[in-house]
Structures are given as structure tokens and as C-alpha cells.
T-cell receptor, first 111, second 111 residues
Framework: GQQVMQIPQYQHVQEGEDFTTYCNSS?????IQWYKQRPGGHPVFLIQ?????EVKKQKRLTFQFGEAKKNSSLHITATQTTDVGTYFC???????????FGTGTLLAVQP | DVKVTQSSRYLVKRTGEKVFLECVQD?????MFWYRQDPGLGLRLIYF???????EKGDIPEGYSVSREKKERFSLILESASTNQTSMYLC??????????FGSGTRLTVV
């Protein structure tokens, strides 16, 4: 069945360093969503990408959707302690068009 | 803002007990979902519902059932709780194909 893999599983950075998480799907996606889950919290929707090659920015966060619509990335510039949490991608596609969540990347930021 | 409310934040139950997890949303969303979240596995879909009295199996429905008697309420039932059902359970809702709004989650421990 459809799978959505995320790497890395865990990343520890110093405050001010950049961070990137990558999402790869086994099938072509119609869209991809990104969510952030703070420690002890629940996933909160960040953004949705729909078009091939699409790039969207939210302040220090840059989201990309691959040309083949099978991968995506989230890049954070100059991380802050408020960025800590788990970042999930969720892709919709495959025969069932169901939303499949990636395994998540846990980001730790050391002050 | 949409609110998705899960009745319990923490729950401890004994093996073999019947467990009810309740979820209520206040925005008249058609679609409601139950996920479980485990470290390294991300979010896995248990059951979902597109309308009142309607339910469909997700990826891991074994050992669970659901009930949706009213549009705003979606209940997850563990017929006979087992220790491998110890997990974080997340309810979500959305109107149509829009992104999810998640509840705060219920951390269930089965002893």
C-alpha cells in the first residue's frame, strides 16, 4: 500500500542553525499537508501544497513540493526554541486517495 | 475556531475492560477520524466516518469499533482492552477535503 516516509526521525540543532525534514511517498500525491505537534500537544495544521514544484513560505519556514509530486520538504531557517516539536507531513494520493501521515521528525533546539 | 474536544486527557484501564473514548466537534463537520500515535510509527488511522451512522475501517481497525449516532460526536470503543492498545489516541475532524483539526488527545494506558 501507499507509504509516506520521513527523514530524519530525530534532529538536534543549536539555536540559530537551519533544519530540514524530508518526506517521500511511494506514490504520486494530489496534495501534501504539513503539521506541527509541540511536546505534549496535538498536531496543528501548518500548510498545504498542491501544485508540482510549489514553494510556500511562512516566515522562517519554507515548504516545497517536488516536481514529480512524490516528495516534499520543510526547511526552517535560523531555528528558535519555539520551533521544537514533531513535524509531520501527510500526503493524499494512491488508489484510495486517503491521507497518509509520515512518521514525523522530532526537532530539538538547544539554546 | 473549530474545537475538537476529547473527553479525557489521561486514562488508565485494566486488561479486558471495555473502553469508550469520546470526541465532540462544534463546527458541523461531516468527516471525523480516529488515529493512534506511537513513537516511530507516526499517526495511524483506526476508523473514520463521513456522516452520521456511517463508518469505515482505516488501516488498523482490529480490536476497535466506533459509533456515530450524532454528527458532532464520534466515539471509539475498545471492546476488550489489551496492553498493546496503550497509546495516544487522537480524534480529528474536517469539512470536506480541508485540513484536519485535531483534538488534544487521550493518552490511554492499559495495565
Amino acid at each position: 500500500g501507499q507509504q509516506v516516509m520521513q527523514i530524519p526521525q530525530y534532529q538536534h540543532v543549536q539555536e540559530g542553525e537551519d533544519f530540514t525534514t524530508y518526506c517521500n511517498s511511494s506514490t504520486t500525491l494530489s496534495n501534501i499537508q504539513w503539521y506541527k505537534q509541540r511536546p505534549g500537544g496535538h498536531p496543528v495544521f501548518l500548510i498545504q501544497l498542491v501544485k508540482s514544484g510549489e514553494v510556500k513560505k511562512q516566515k522562517r519556514l519554507t515548504f516545497q513540493f517536488g516536481e514529480a509530486k512524490k516528495n516534499s520538504s520543510l526547511h526552517i531557517t535560523a531555528t528558535q526554541t519555539t520551533d521544537v516539536g514533531t513535524y509531520f507531513c501527510a500526503g493524499r494520493g494512491g488508489a484510495t486517495n486517503k491521507l497518509i501521515f509520515g512518521t514525523g521528525t522530532l526537532l530539538a533546539v538547544q539554546p | 475556531d473549530v474545537k475538537v474536544t476529547q473527553s479525557s486527557r489521561y486514562l488508565v484501564k485494566r486488561t479486558g475492560e471495555k473502553v469508550f473514548l469520546e470526541c465532540v466537534q462544534d463546527m458541523d463537520h461531516e468527516n471525523m477520524f480516529w488515529y493512534r500515535q506511537d513513537p516511530g510509527l507516526g499517526l495511524r488511522l483506526i476508523y473514520f466516518s463521513y456522516d452520521v451512522k456511517m463508518k469505515e475501517k482505516g488501516d488498523i481497525p482490529e480490536g476497535y469499533s466506533v459509533s456515530r449516532e450524532k454528527k458532532e460526536r464520534f466515539s471509539l470503543i475498545l471492546e476488550s482492552a489489551s496492553t498493546n492498545q496503550t497509546s495516544m489516541y487522537l480524534c480529528a475532524s474536517r469539512p470536506g477535503p480541508a485540513p484536519y483539526t485535531f483534538g488534544s488527545g487521550t493518552r490511554l494506558t492499559v495495565v
